[in-house]
């Protein structure tokens, strides 16, 4: 069965930098989209970014020049690097895979990783 596992989250000083990161198991033919998305208390969850299999990015405007999305096809994870964090980056963090598995085009959540920016 397919599986996302997130790391990476943790408590961080505004200003400071996480990297993120989430990796798929089991039986995937291919990976279409590789995104994160985070949700704050009393907010809606929202895209912060997210890759495509053809390499095309899009960010959030909230995110633009201080985080940078990236993969490893090869070990089927992607990756948020987080700079320059600021209280209000405070969220859990979920990756979601778009993938094919048996005929089946599916989305898939990791668990979630709380960050935290506070001083």
């Known amino acids: 069965q397919v599986q996302l596992v997130e790391s990476g989250g943790g408590l961080v000083q505004p200003g400071g930098s996480l990297r993120l990161s989430c990796a798929v198991s089991?039986?995937?033919?291919?990976?279409?989209?590789m995104g994160w998305y985070r949700q704050a208390p009393g907010k809606q969850r929202e895209l912060v970014a997210h890759?495509?299999?053809?390499?095309?990015?899009n960010y959030a405007d909230f995110v633009k020049g201080r985080f940078t999305i990236s993969r490893d096809n090869a070990k089927n994870t992607v990756y948020l690097q987080m700079n320059n964090l600021k209280p209000e980056d405070t969220a859990v963090y979920y990756c979601k895979f778009s993938v094919l598995t048996t005929s089946r085009k599916s989305e898939y959540w990791g668990q979630g990783t709380q960050v935290t920016v506070s001083s």
């Open positions: 890759i495509i299999s053809g390499g095309n990015i």
């Open positions: 089991g039986s995937i033919v291919s990976i279409f989209v």
